[in-house]
């Protein structure tokens, strides 16, 4: 059941991938780094994990933190579709050696794609797990997010943005956020704030694009959605 659920999630991808006219804003630094080899994190919001495998040239080798919950091996399969694998774990909790993978992944020269509010929330606040493999491993986070014209705003806690075929779509990147390797004067926080302020200010500006209102962090607004149901 989970590799036919799979198999119509890719075709779904896909479908709205090449229905929509997509637009590209602010990707040079991204797309230069994957043209020239150079591996980083390509970080965005959980809500916005359905169309990021598109926003990968083809060829580019690339590994995407994936949790262990029974959904998450939907999204595994389905990602392979596109040509991404998948590390299954978490960069919070219990985290050592999905860290492990993702940094012998990026030694070898690979993308490495986390959803710093990830698989839990709250929505739209970076956990500290981005931040970790970032120091360790010494390349650059670059924040991305996409929203389309025609898209369903799902009641979940993330606010899962599921894009529809035959319109519009925009990909917005940010600049690349360098994290130093060590400690010093609070600069780990310091980078994870500005990873969170890019990852809200491209997520909200997509949404503005595509004429839809800013999804808001959970910290922003009194959220009834459920919180129960992790990707």
């Not at 609070?186 to 949404?207: F, M, N, P, W, Y």
Request: one cysteine or more; charged letters at 25%; a positive charge.
């Amino acid at each position: 059941m989970k590799a036919a659920i799979s198999f119509v999630a890719a075709g779904y991808i896909w479908l709205v991938y090449k229905t929509n006219r997509w637009q590209n804003l602010n990707s040079e630094t991204a797309l230069g780094y994957m043209r020239d080899g150079k591996p980083f994190i390509m970080a965005f919001w959980h809500g916005r994990l359905l169309m990021m495998s598109t926003a990968i040239p083809s060829g580019i080798k690339s590994n995407v933190l994936i949790s262990h919950h029974g959904d998450g091996e939907i999204i595994a399969r389905a990602v392979k579709y596109w040509g991404l694998d998948s590390v299954r774990g978490s960069s919070s909790k219990g985290a050592v050696p999905a860290i492990k993978e993702m940094l012998r992944a990026i030694k070898r020269g690979e993308l490495a794609l986390i959803t710093p509010d990830g698989p839990r929330g709250p929505r739209m606040m970076a956990q500290e797990g981005v931040v970790r493999v970032a120091a360790m491993s010494g390349v650059p986070v670059i924040p991305v997010s996409f929203s389309t014209s025609r898209a369903k705003y799902l009641r979940s806690w993330d606010r899962f943005v599921l894009a529809k075929p035959f319109g519009r779509g925009v990909f917005v990147w940010g600049d690349p956020i360098n994290v130093p390797r060590r400690d010093i004067n609070g600069g780990h926080q310091i980078a994870k704030r500005q990873i969170e302020e890019s990852l809200i200010k491209v997520t909200q500006e997509s949404d503005r694009l595509c004429g839809h209102e800013p999804v808001a962090p959970k910290v922003q607004q009194q959220d009834k959605y459920s919180t129960e149901k992790v990707l």
